[in-house]
């Protein structure tokens, strides 16, 4: 773990290859009933849970491997919450690595690898830049919600922004109204709804020019992370 900041009792890290194992756990809660995934994985058939956390420890893999940022709060030996994000043209969408595919072909299937592929395709399609970040994951362990952790994820995906200037901004595809609502209290844009082959959702974009606006925010809603 590398320390980056300290705050809220807790300790903001970039995850390391040895964080991977508690931070697929923690997203695993968070999204095994997000409605998208549930669609991708095949929810009403035997092994959606075996699916799902293939998937989202082969995309940590990925992360690690190829130096995308991944932020932790610790406190002690706890992960409270995480957040991962790509960099500008950097293995989001249609461009997915030839060993990241064979990987979930042999985790997740043939139809959940196409599908998560098409999600993303769908997704950057809408997204009113070229060069930007996108948040994949951002999750907050419910017991410790609403006590800022949330907004400290918030604002490393902001310094991240901050530290690549070819970067137009920042992307983030909701799919609850409590998470839209979230993102929109610290200054991301609703830019398209989207609702195709079964992916339903809100994209939100921060502009790089609004950056200094949203981290002027000084009462920012706590009501889930």
Request: net charge negative.
């Amino acid at each position: 773990m590398t320390k980056t900041s300290e705050q809220l009792d807790g300790t903001l890290v970039y995850l390391a290859s040895e964080d991977i194992r508690a931070a697929a756990s923690l997203l695993f809660q968070a999204y095994q009933d997000d409605p998208v995934f549930q669609h991708i994985f095949q929810h009403e058939k035997e092994g959606y849970e075996q699916r799902l956390r293939a998937s989202i420890r082969e995309e940590l893999m990925m992360f690690w491997q190829n130096e995308q940022p991944m932020f932790g709060i610790f406190t002690e030996n706890t992960l409270q919450g995480v957040v991962c994000l790509t960099r500008p043209g950097e293995h989001f969408g249609g461009d997915r690595v030839w060993h990241w595919r064979l990987k979930m072909l042999l985790t997740a299937g043939f139809l959940s690898t196409k599908q998560m592929l098409e999600k993303e395709r769908i997704i950057s399609a809408a997204v009113p830049a070229k060069s930007y970040h996108m948040v994949v994951f951002l999750a907050v362990h419910p017991r410790y919600q609403q006590h800022g952790r949330g907004d400290l994820l918030v604002r490393a995906v902001q310094e991240e922004l901050r530290l690549h200037p070819e970067s137009q901004g920042v992307a983030v595809f909701t799919t609850r109204p409590e998470y839209e609502r979230f993102f929109s209290a610290r200054g991301y844009q609703l830019v398209a709804e989207i609702d195709k082959e079964k992916v339903r959702g809100q994209l939100l974009y921060l502009d790089r020019e609004a950056l200094t606006e949203a981290g002027e925010y000084e009462h920012w809603t706590d009501e889930i992370l």
